[in-house]
């Protein structure tokens, strides 16, 4: 599954190609287009390429192709009965994204693009994913720049073992308490959707496609030495605040400590520390105070990190986003504001054809657009935003 009608058969990808390529016809002579190579978020759950439309940066002068890639149980379940000869399990979805990128070296010079200048760039799952084949060595040669849009979340991945142990408890949920390849095989989608991990997926340590966590990669060096752009959002954690409020769950002050605690899996007394840190006198409400615990611990400071590794062995550009009226295209309006929550800068880069809420964005933010574009392209064309 890797697509809204919840087929298999989602394998494509899109290509879009500035005008003076179309005008000429795919078989185009002379220079080539810098290449840049959308990886979409969704927790590795959800999303589909088809959700996004990038004109705003083939106006200035790239070529973009968005991808699909299998996602939850069918991307990235592991379980040692789907182990290869190497006894390896689980990251299909990673595999998948890197067969996209072996198509682009093979065929995208056919549509003006540049195999030599390929950048790679993802927001939330589809960042953590662009982090991941920085770290690959199955994705080494196959793009040289990298941009990260809120994809630091998750820098120590699941051993082997423990992925395949999660995978077996899958399999029994799901009805299949043989444990063997032939009845996962044989399951529909459905059952393997009301099975499946709704919360998200993470990939997990592969010796072909993972061998190590992505942290220790980055401490070391030993990952893909590329120019790199990481970046998150001032607000991130907001929306997920937000999806607890409409799911009738919303933190108050009685509650904000046992968010907290639930919020970073931490035991009560941790938490009280992390409150005394973050205290509700501090923010206009306990939603908002919420949001900044869980926007520090979860994506601000595991980008730093990555940031203060990474640095050591390429040229490394961080940024945050912090348009505080971004407008949220993706949930209604709640008892507190969005600010920069997560995802929010995707539309200052891209439209977004399937959002719930569409918006525009005002005269005031469109000059913030346009820079963010240029700082994107500039550094698909020359490693430099």
């Not at 040669?141 to 994809?151: K, P, R, T, Y």
Request: hydrophobic fraction near 40%.
């Amino acid at each position: 599954m890797c697509s809204s009608d919840l087929s298999e058969d989602c394998l494509f990808l899109n290509v879009f190609t500035p005008s003076q390529v179309r005008a000429a016809g795919p078989r185009r002579s002379g220079p080539h287009y810098p290449v840049m190579v959308w990886i979409h978020g969704g927790a590795l759950v959800t999303g589909e390429s088809n959700d996004y439309i990038p004109a705003k940066l083939v106006q200035d002068g790239v070529t973009v192709v968005t991808i699909n890639y299998r996602l939850g149980a069918l991307g990235f379940l592991a379980h040692p009965a789907l182990a290869d000869a190497n006894g390896q399990s689980g990251d299909y979805g990673l595999m998948d994204q890197q067969a996209a990128l072996r198509w682009v070296q093979h065929n995208i010079a056919a549509f003006g693009g540049n195999p030599h200048n390929v950048t790679i760039f993802g927001e939330s799952a589809g960042g953590l994913s662009t982090l991941s084949q920085v770290a690959s060595p199955q994705a080494r040669g196959l793009f040289d720049q990298a941009i990260v849009e809120s994809g630091s979340y998750n820098l120590k991945q699941a051993s082997l073992s423990s992925a395949e142990a999660a995978g077996e408890a899958f399999a029994a949920k799901a009805g299949c308490a043989s444990q063997t390849a032939a009845c996962l095989r044989s399951l529909p989608v459905s059952a393997i959707l009301a099975s499946e991990n709704t919360a998200g997926y993470t990939p997990n340590i592969n010796s072909e496609v993972l061998p190590e966590t992505l942290q220790t990669a980055f401490a070391t060096g030993d990952f893909n030495r590329v120019p790199i752009i990481n970046g998150t959002n001032h607000d991130e954690w907001r929306l997920f605040v937000a999806l607890s409020e409409l799911e009738g769950n919303p933190v108050t002050a009685a509650n904000y400590q046992s968010m907290i605690s639930s919020t970073l899996g931490v035991p009560a007394a941790v938490a009280a520390v992390i409150a005394a840190k973050y205290p509700l006198s501090g923010f206009p409400s306990p939603s908002v105070a919420l949001g900044a615990v869980g926007t520090d611990a979860i994506f601000a400071c595991p980008a730093l990190t990555t940031d203060q590794s990474v640095s050591r062995f390429v040229p490394t550009f961080a940024y945050e986003f912090n348009d505080e009226n971004a407008p949220e295209e993706f949930l209604p309006a709640v008892s507190f504001p969005y600010g920069a929550a997560h995802a929010s800068e995707i539309q200052y880069l891209m439209d977004l054809p399937t959002a719930a809420f569409p918006a525009t964005l005002s005269a005031q933010q469109q000059p913030l657009a346009s820079i963010m574009k240029g700082y994107w392209t500039n550094f698909a064309k020359r490693g430099f935003p």
